[in-house]
């Protein structure tokens, strides 16, 4: 459907009858091609969000929506009471790309999150041997893995908590980066510790290096399982397939979602090997639409796009050069530039007055940022983004940020 109404008549429409859950910035799209959109005016952007990471593979990939829309006019969905003929082939392919053994699909990333807890949970009932009702999951500050009830309950951020509780028992929260935090914390009852390689929703916060590495060494002294949450970080956001091979090492759980499906269909999965996975039984777990053969096909595509256009590879290129090129920017807004990979967080100084007003100067200049918390810049387009389009979009944050354009009259700096 096209519309003939413009984006204010949009906006005034969808906030009488929505729920006023988001303040997104007022740019409203109607159209996607690759890293650029475009709203109902026409107006063309770049898109340096890329859905959090959804849209790894650029928007509309042709192969991505030709799979679909067969997949969609022959069969969406059975229901797992019955087989389908789809979902055998994204199980093989994930888990040979991968290298895990076994994969459980769910749709959103929290769903998966959840999936993850009650693995590791029945884990250490069936398999470590934590009395029953005892075991507990280490959790990281500033964490995001998703907005359910349990989730939410071990944010350490008050809005996503404030008025849902009472929440779920079972979980100790421990400052990020912080290895000895989290021996100290260890003992017989941990079932796992789940962290995020990279916090994405935190700010784009890397932790210290050898933080994983000591995690993944802890958890196997202590016969816990180490769980991953790849859902922003993996996929090739960070240059590798999944974050946590910067740090060499294997979890026993990774939470996958967002560009799993590149941004055309909710699909997130689980993956773990025989002995984590074994304990799911029939009747355990389940999802109506979880591993339906549309969402097989789309993700089974989306997989194959990240691999024979070397979308990982781009990223690790890209994204060093990024980096490198920001890094000499000389602004009196910066204070830090952080970031691996396509995955950029340019945070700024309090003085400059917070990162929306710069996303909405980088929107007036055709880029679409999005802020993270009130200071953080995040810069994360898709990873088929070419070099010529990096290179348009680093001078527009060079120009919004450079000098002190956001302190004079006209905000775009012209
Ligand atoms: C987006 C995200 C989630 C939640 O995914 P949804 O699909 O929004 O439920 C969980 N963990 C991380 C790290 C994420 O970035």
């Known amino acids: 459907m096209t519309t003939n109404m413009t984006s204010q008549d949009l906006i005034a429409l969808e906030d009488e009858f929505g729920a006023h859950n988001y303040h997104p910035l007022d740019v409203v799209l109607s ?32 192969r991505i929506v030709k799979a679909l829309v067969e997949q969609a006019c022959r069969m969406a969905l059975t229901s797992r009471a019955f087989r389908n003929d789809q979902l055998a082939f994204f199980y093989r392919d994930i888990c040979q790309l991968s290298g895990f053994a076994k994969v459980l699909p769910m749709n959103t990333g929290a769903e998966a999150v959840e999936t993850a807890i ?21 959790v990281f500050s500033e964490n995001f893995h998703g907005r359910t009830t349990t989730i939410v309950g071990f944010s350490s951020e008050d809005q996503y908590k404030n008025g849902f509780g009472p929440f779920t028992p079972g979980f100790t929260l421990l400052p990020y980066g912080d290895a000895d935090a989290a021996e100290k914390a260890m003992n017989p009852n941990v079932a796992a510790i789940l962290v995020e390689p990279i916090q994405g929703e935190g700010g784009i916060i890397v932790p210290p ?63 773990a090997d025989d002995e984590v996975m074994g304990v799911f039984k029939p009747g355990d777990h389940g999802s109506t639409y979880g591993g339906n053969p549309l969402g097989a096909v789309v993700a089974r595509a989306a997989l194959a796009v990240l691999v024979e256009e070397k979308l990982v590879e781009n990223s690790a290129q890209l994204g060093t050069y990024a980096i490198e090129r920001l890094r000499k920017l000389k602004s009196p807004h910066i204070k830090e530039i952080r970031g691996v990979g396509l995955w950029i967080g340019i945070e700024l100084h309090a003085s400059a007055g917070g990162a929306r007003k710069f996303c909405e100067a980088l929107q007036d200049r055709g880029l679409l940022c999005k802020e993270t918390h009130e200071h953080v810049i995040r810069v994360a387009p898709p990873l088929t983004i070419s070099r010529q389009e990096l290179d348009w979009a680093l001078e527009q944050l060079e120009a919004v940020l450079g000098g002190d354009s956001m302190g004079a009259q006209d905000p775009t700096g012209n």
């Not at 009650?118 to 280490?138: D, F, H, S």
């Not at 979890?251 to 590149?262: E, F």
């Open 118 to 138: 009650k693995a590791a949970r029945k884990w250490a009932y069936t398999v470590k041997g934590v009395p029953a009702g005892q075991a507990e999951i280490l």
């Open 31 to 62: 159209r996607g091609e690759g890293v650029w959109v475009w709203d109902v005016e026409g107006n063309k952007y770049l898109d340096c969000l890329a859905a959090y990471s959804a849209v790894n593979q650029g928007h509309g990939h042709p």
């Open 209 to 271: 290096a050898g933080f994983l590495k000591r995690l993944r060494k802890m958890t196997q002294e202590h016969g816990a399982l180490l769980v991953t949450d790849e859902i922003q970080s993996g996929l090739g956001r960070t240059g590798k397939l999944f974050a946590y091979e910067h740090e060499g090492i294997r979890p026993d759980i990774v939470i996958i979602g967002k560009a799993l499906s590149g941004g055309l269909y909710p699909v997130s999965a689980i993956l």
